[in-house]
């Protein structure tokens, strides 16, 4: 698709919300170096396109479960920068109340079920919210996010299995980003296309170029209309790169400058950006506008972070239970 | 009050909870037109249909973590594992999903999930389709954990968990199916979580009996009142939360604890509730706090063998009569 098919209010949206995830990652990492932030940041600086293509294509009533590198996946499904902010700065205020930080933001009522620290673990969550669409003959979809690695997990099999065999509106959506932590993907599975594995489940598999955000936005919206319609689950690989390490302090030994610096002339952000100027005719002085905006946005995300209270030592006790039978819980 | 079995009760439940409440589903391995692999699940597939009484692929971790899903998005399953044994097969979900969903949202996540799941050794069922898992699981914070032993705690006990809204591993001790007793006629009959049941009074020593290890308990302090030693039987009912109070009450009244349960004796329940105790109530005892348990090696297939490591009756005399007697 060309950027002369789509409007300019969506162009500049994708452009919007790409770049909010590109300088929220660059502020979080800033702040965790200045020690605001006390928690692992895993970012998804390269992967700005997967998230937000992804979810344009979902309405605000749809679902997704997210990942360890999920920012970006919070943020492109509405996710206020204010509150993950402060969920990173361990505030009251956070997403969590700072109970769940980079690792553990969620909010129900954008459809957010959660990031998630174990690799494949909120794949078979998202079938369960499908199956409960399909019970309840909902016309909404979940969407599951995870990276190259997850689809060695056996969770991954197990639930690509389940919503293949009961026809649940599921998108699977595998961001490959080329490394499963330190390793790369060549040496972690033995198919270099993983969409391939839809096949095993009667779902379509399909990759797309995961930095180009039209061409995620497509593929995604193919796979919820398919979705809604009764049809069943995709599998969507979107080839990309993380262009930091695994999480930041990684020495990153693993791989050459070369490859770095040739994923980085492939850059999501700056591509579309460039496509805008010369391809859509968007004037400069708008995207700068954009920008500066953005740029306001995250300095009030910082200070509101900063201006946040830390949580009580006691609250440590509530939140774990729904029902505490008195306390006897504990 | 009717006189039914620890099975029926369960069907009984689920069966009317799930006219009572669209929201309740069952999905587990062969819970349709099998009716459960212990039948427990019975003919609910014929009168509620496939959609809420799903089969499922033999794909543990795809179970939990669907009804996990489907219950932060309102609904309240019912997920059956088969055996207590398959449970780590879902690890993570289970461990690392479930218990902490709710928690790690800010008390934002809603997971009503009851998981039962078949517990306790029913006889040369060797090593993987024998064990008994509850202790494994009170270690992680998030989860409840129910231990019914009769027909009417399995009924009040379920009652509770599909209608509560948490978690809940309910663990359903396959030599107790086919137990019968009296169980109450009110439709929403519900047996609250952390209260124990005293069910035999007595004055000289308390015998804490889990799950399936109730019915030889009971069977225990009939023979030790022949020798004229008066047990008192409390059955925790659930281990999470666990009702201190009553255990409490009781060992300060006798002075003297026996713990009896299936699991592995090295770290099983009894572990926890002697350290409670003697955190709590060391000042009253007249003797040691003993545990009767599973010996800690896996369980074995040959019944001579099986015989040896699993708790009986005998060895529960034994140690409470011992016990009583200054012999400890």
């Known amino acids: ?330 | 009050m009717r006189t039914i079995t620890y099975s029926q009760a369960i069907y009984e439940t689920m069966r009317e909870e799930m006219a009572r409440d669209p929201n309740v589903i069952l999905i587990g391995e062969d819970v349709g037109a099998f009716g459960g692999v212990w039948g427990v699940s019975g003919d609910l597939v014929k009168l509620f249909g496939e959609d809420r009484v799903r089969d499922t692929p033999i794909s543990e971790t795809a179970i939990i973590g669907a009804g996990l899903g489907a219950a932060m998005m309102g609904l309240r399953p019912i997920v059956e594992i088969m055996f207590a044994d398959f449970l780590p097969v879902a690890g993570d979900q289970i461990v690392n999903q479930l218990a902490k969903a709710r928690y790690m949202s800010g008390g934002k996540a809603r997971v009503p999930v009851t998981v039962r799941v078949t517990t306790g050794a029913p006889g040369s069922a060797a090593a993987q389709h024998s064990q008994s898992a509850e202790g494994w699981y009170m270690n992680v914070p998030g989860l409840k954990i129910a231990v019914p032993a009769t027909p009417a705690d399995a009924k009040g006990l379920l009652r509770t968990a599909i209608r509560g809204e948490d978690p809940v591993l309910f663990f359903e001790h396959k030599m107790l199916y086919a137990t019968k007793g009296e169980v109450p006629d009110d439709p929403d009959f519900a047996v609250p979580f952390g209260q124990a049941a005293v069910r035999r009074e007595g004055a000289d020593v308390t015998v804490i009996a889990i799950g399936g290890m109730l019915p030889k308990a009971l069977a225990a302090a009939e023979m030790l009142a022949g020798e004229g030693i008066s047990a008192e039987v409390v059955d925790p009912r659930t281990l999470v939360p666990l009702d201190k109070d009553t255990i409490i009450a009781s060992v300060r009244k006798t002075g003297r604890v026996v713990i009896v349960h299936e699991a592995h004796k090295r770290l099983g329940p009894g572990a926890e509730i002697a350290a409670m105790i003697a955190e709590e109530a060391i000042g009253y005892l007249d003797g040691p706090i003993v545990r009767v348990a599973a010996r800690n090696v896996p369980l074995p297939y040959s019944p001579e063998l099986e015989n040896f490591v699993l708790p009986g009756v005998n060895d529960i005399v034994e140690k409470a009569r011992d016990l009583v007697r200054g012999r400890l």
């Not at chain 1, 594995?197 to 193919?222: C, K, Q």
């Not at chain 1, 080839?239 to 610096?261: C, F, I, L, N, W």
């Not at chain 1, 002085?285 to 500066?292: F, G, L, N």
């Open chain 1, 1 to 330: 698709m060309s950027v002369k098919d789509y409007s300019k209010t969506m162009l500049l949206h994708f452009y919007r919300q790409m770049y909010l995830v590109r300088e929220f990652e660059l502020r979080a990492i800033n702040e965790r170096r200045a020690g605001l932030i006390p928690g692992f940041i895993h970012s998804c600086v390269g992967q700005e396109a997967t998230a937000v293509g992804a979810c344009a294509a979902l309405e605000p009533t749809d679902v997704i479960t997210s990942t360890h590198r999920g920012h970006g996946h919070l943020i492109a499904k509405g996710g206020d920068p204010k509150y993950m902010m402060a969920e990173l700065a361990a505030r009251t205020t956070g997403y969590c109340g700072g109970k769940g930080g980079s690792l553990h933001m969620s909010d129900f009522d954008l459809g957010i079920l959660g990031a998630n620290g174990i690799v494949a673990g909120g794949i078979p969550i998202a079938v369960g919210a499908g199956l409960a669409f399909q019970q309840r003959k909902e016309r909404r979809v979940a969407l599951s996010f995870f990276g190259d690695g997850a689809t060695n997990e056996g969770a991954f099999h197990e639930a690509l299995n389940l919503a293949g065999l009961w026809k649940l509106p599921v998108i699977f959506f595998c961001e490959n980003n080329l490394y499963g932590e330190g390793t790369p993907q060549a040496k972690q599975a033995p198919v270099a296309d993983l969409a391939i594995r839809a096949a095993g489940y009667a779902m379509p598999g399909v990759t797309v170029d995961g930095n180009d955000v039209l061409a995620v936005y497509e593929a995604t919206r193919a796979a919820v209309e398919r979705a809604r319609a009764g049809l069943g689950p995709t599998l969507i690989e979107a080839k990309t790169y993380r262009q930091r390490g695994h999480y930041e302090g990684d020495p990153m030994v693993y791989r050459s400058k070369a490859e770095m610096d040739e994923w980085k002339r492939r850059d999501p952000v700056v591509g579309l950006r460039g496509r805008l100027l010369a391809e859509a005719g968007i004037p400069e002085a708008e995207i700068a506008a954009i920008e500066q905006d953005v740029q306001a946005l995250l300095d009030e995300a910082v200070a509101f972070a900063v201006a946040s209270p830390k949580p009580a030592a006691e609250t440590a006790l509530a939140g774990v239970y729904g029902d505490t039978h008195g306390g006897l819980v504990f």
